[in-house]
Nanobody, 126 residues
């Protein structure tokens, strides 16, 4: 069992930056695949970024590539999502998720992620 707790959301102006954190407990995140997803009002949950715990290979949605960076601190069992050059369309609830598959390349489909945090709101004003 894995517990995930997100933090770091908030209100920011367009062009600004935020860093989301996801603290894991119950099982080391060092080998899990970790991902960030988001859901805007009236829209389906979508993939944002993911990282493999075994290879550190990352994957990003095209909409955030070059602006967002996912990283892990295994000593702190924490996953981060650094978000820069934020746009109003980035407004959503952001969820951290863990995929127990110890794969080399992280997966991007939410169905593969068994454990989810409660979500943190990110609002980008224009």
């Amino acid at each position: 069992q894995v517990q995930l707790v997100e933090s770091g959301g908030g209100l920011v102006q367009a062009g600004g930056s935020l860093r989301l954190s996801c603290a894991t407990s119950g099982r080391s995140s060092g080998r899990l695949q970790m991902g960030w997803f988001r859901q805007a009002p009236g829209k389906e949950r979508e993939f944002v970024a993911a990282i493999s715990g075994s290879t550190s290979i990352t994957r990003y949605a095209d909409s955030v590539k070059g602006r967002f960076t996912i990283s892990t601190d295994n000593a702190k069992n924490t996953v981060y999502l650094q978000m820069s050059s934020l746009k109003p369309e980035d407004t959503a609830v952001y969820y951290c998720a863990a995929d127990p598959n110890f794969g080399m390349v992280p997966r991007t489909t939410s169905d593969n992620y068994d454990y989810w945090g409660q979500g943190t709101q990110v609002t980008v004003s224009s």
